[in-house]
Nanobody, 119 residues
Framework: QVQLVESGGGLVQPGGSLRLSCAAS????????MGWDRQAPGKQRESVAT???????NYADSVKGRFIISRDNAGKTVYLQMNSLKPEDTAVYYC?????????????WGQGTQVTVSS
């Protein structure tokens, strides 16, 4: 069984920074990609950032230059450094990962962590 556990959300003032973490655990053969989605109230979930096995990254236009996605050497923990936060970044942030196990390859999501940007 695979689990993704997020941490690091909270309340921050506009212009501030937060760092989200997400750790994958379980009977994992390999992790093909990890990333972050977010969903604001009344809006559709959107992809924020993705990092693949090669280290290549991809960002939503709305966060380019402000957010940085990275991972640890073991490849099982992904981070999202969020800088210059804006009120429109307020959302529940979900970690996601494409993981291979003995049962095959599937997409997994964490439980979500709330990020609120407000003065």
């Amino acid at each position: 069984q695979v689990q993704l556990v997020e941490s690091g959300g909270g309340l921050v003032q506009p212009g501030g920074s937060l760092r989200l973490s997400c750790a994958a655990s379980g009977r994992i053969f390999s992790i093909n990609a990890m990333g972050w989605d977010r969903q604001a109230p009344g809006k559709q979930r959107e992809s924020v950032a993705t990092i693949i096995t090669s280290g290549s990254t991809n960002y939503a236009d709305s966060v380019k230059g402000r957010f940085i996605i990275s991972r640890d050497n073991a490849g099982k923990t992904v981070y999202l450094q969020m800088n210059s936060l804006k009120p429109e970044d307020t959302a529940v942030y979900y970690c996601n990962s494409r993981i291979s196990t003995s049962l095959g390859t599937s997409d997994y999501w964490g439980q979500g962590t709330q990020v609120t940007v407000s003065s």
